[in-house]
Every structure is written in C-alpha cells, then in structure tokens.
C-alpha cells in the first residue's frame, strides 16, 4: 500500500524533514540486507492517543542488533523517547511507526563491522495489512521458513523477510490473500509477516519459538488476553493437516493485528466465519486499544496528539 508521508524523521538523534532521509546507494545496507526493525502502533481514544506496548518493541529492536553484533547507540529509553518525539513533532495517531537500524555508507564486502550504524524512526497513517473484510483466504506456501542455525529469527531483520517475500508474492499471484510457512521439518511455523493462531476444541494452540517463528509483541499480548479470558492456551508443534480441521484460525501483529482466517488450501476454517474464541479475543484487543475498556496491563505509552473528541448527540 502506498505510503503517506509526514513531516519528520528521527535520525540518530535529530528530527529531520522526511524528504532528507536519504542513503547512499553504496550503503552497506543496499548490498547485503544488514539491517533490524520494528513495526509498531499507536492507537487513539477519546481525546487521547497510545503507543502500543513501546518499551517491549524498544527492547527487541536492541536485542536484534545485539544479535548482529550491530550497537544501536541508544538505550531503550532513549529509543522510546525518541520515538514519542516523532509521533508528538508528525502529529499523526492512530499510526504505524517504524524504526530501523542499518549498516550505512563506509565499506564493501560482507564484514559489515567498518560500516557505520545509521538509526531511522519514522511514522505514518496506516490502516489494515491483510485483505479481506471477512476473513483472510490463505495457502501453505512452497516456501519453508528459516531453518534453526541459518539465520537468527528472533532478531527482526530485514533479510529474514526476503524470505517473507516470497512467502507472500506466492500467495498473492495465486489468488490468496497471504501464505504461511512452514518450518524445516514441516511443522507450520507462522505467515509472511503474522504469528498463528489455531482453535480446537475449545484450546488456543500456537506454534512455540523453536518453531522459527519471529517472538511476536502482539503474540505474546494474545497470549495474556486468552488466558485472562479463560481459555487454554498450548505452545507446542502443529502438523499442517490441523490446520484443515481447526475449528478457527487468526493471525497477529503489528500489522494485521488480530485477523481471522476464513480459509486455509481453499478448505474453509468450520464456517469461513470468525468463530466466538476469536472473536472474543479481537474484541478484548480492541476494546483495550481503542479505550473503551481499562488498559489493564498498562500496554499504552501516552503520546501528546491532538485527538479529535467524538461529537455528542
């Protein structure tokens, strides 16, 4: 979808205009995909706006570099000061934020360790990630996830998404909405760019972490919601063929936040319609996102935005 500017970038300290956030073409980055991010949300309530669970999305982005042997520079404090600063100077909520870190302009070749560490946080209006109002029609892909041992995947780097892309070019020129991989030994790890959730039986499963899924911050918050909730939940293995006999199926994230899956290989999830466990998790979700229940958890870092108040009757 395409991208909505604003007005400011935060880079390595200072707000810059969006259109001076350039690289140069040599940059290490360019060449050998050397780079971390995070996806991120703030949402709005009446006359106040949100940065969902920032201090944790923070802490990944350190840990990922630390992965890379790439220091970031900044603590998470500063990390998350700096990304209320841009949201507060763009003025934009609800938004999408992202931060990025990369190796920059200095050396070539694959040691990327002689070339600087260059930090972006952006922010911009963005509304739904995966298509379809009424559930997402997905595939197994013919592409695997990450093997254990090749590539880091709890580090969110921005090479572990070529293989993402795959995942989702696949998917898409062959008339589904998204794909999900699976893992070297064939046991269903996650989508393109969402954690997986799967009903049966009234019992929450998900794949766990050795199952080369990425250590989702919206994973782990449905996690908590399902079990304030009351519902099992189970992290363990999943073979593809449960997914065909899920009672219901979603995805999660940044992103796609909580979407439900209508079909999977063409075979729909019971009824194609999104089924009352998921339902009752999307609407806690958003019910504590969106201000019209407590937020509990203190999951929502204040930011001052001008938020427009709903009109009274």
């Known amino acids: 979808m395409p991208l909505q500017t604003t007005e400011k970038i935060w880079h390595n300290g200072q707000l810059i205009p969006w259109e001076q956030a350039n690289i140069h073409v040599m940059s290490h980055v360019v060449h050998y995909g050397s780079s971390v991010f995070e996806g991120i949300r703030a ?87 995966v298509p379809g109002n009424e559930g997402a029609n997905v595939c197994i892909s013919s592409w695997n996830r990450l093997a254990p041992n090749t590539m880091p995947t709890l580090a969110k780097a921005g090479s572990n998404y070529m293989n993402s892309q795959l995942i989702r070019m696949e998917a898409e020129v062959n008339g589904y909405d998204e794909g999900i991989g699976l893992d070297v030994n064939g046991l269903v790890s996650e989508g393109s760019g969402e954690n997986l959730f799967v009903v049966r ?77 998921t339902t009752a998790i999307h609407d806690e979700f958003f019910a504590l996102v969106n201000g019209t229940k407590p937020d509990r958890h203190n999951w929502l870092t204040p930011v001052k935005v001008k938020v427009e108040e709903p009109v009274g009757a």
């Open 43 to 129: 949402y709005t309530q009446p006359g106040r706006a949100g940065i969902f669970r920032l201090h944790e999305h923070m802490q990944r982005f350190r840990d990922s570099g630390h992965i890379y042997r790439m220091p970031l520079g900044y603590t998470v404090e500063q990390l998350t000061q700096a990304v209320i600063d841009v949201v507060e100077a763009n003025g934009v909520a609800p938004c999408y934020i992202r931060p990025v870190a990369f190796r920059g302009y200095g050396e070539i070749g694959v040691n990327p360790l002689k070339s600087p560490v260059e930090v972006y946080i952006a922010n911009f209006p963005w509304g739904k990630y």
């Open 201 to 277: 039986g009234g019992v929450l499963y998900t794949p766990g972490l050795a199952s080369s899924v990425l250590n989702g911050i919206t994973r782990s918050s449905i996690l908590t919601l399902a079990k304030d909730l009351g519902i099992e939940v189970v992290e363990a293995p999943i073979p593809r063929e449960f997914l065909y006999i899920a009672d219901e199926a979603f995805f999660t994230g940044t992103a796609a936040e909580v979407t439900h899956l209508r079909s999977i290989d063409r075979i729909l999830v019971a009824d194609g319609k999104m089924g009352p466990i």
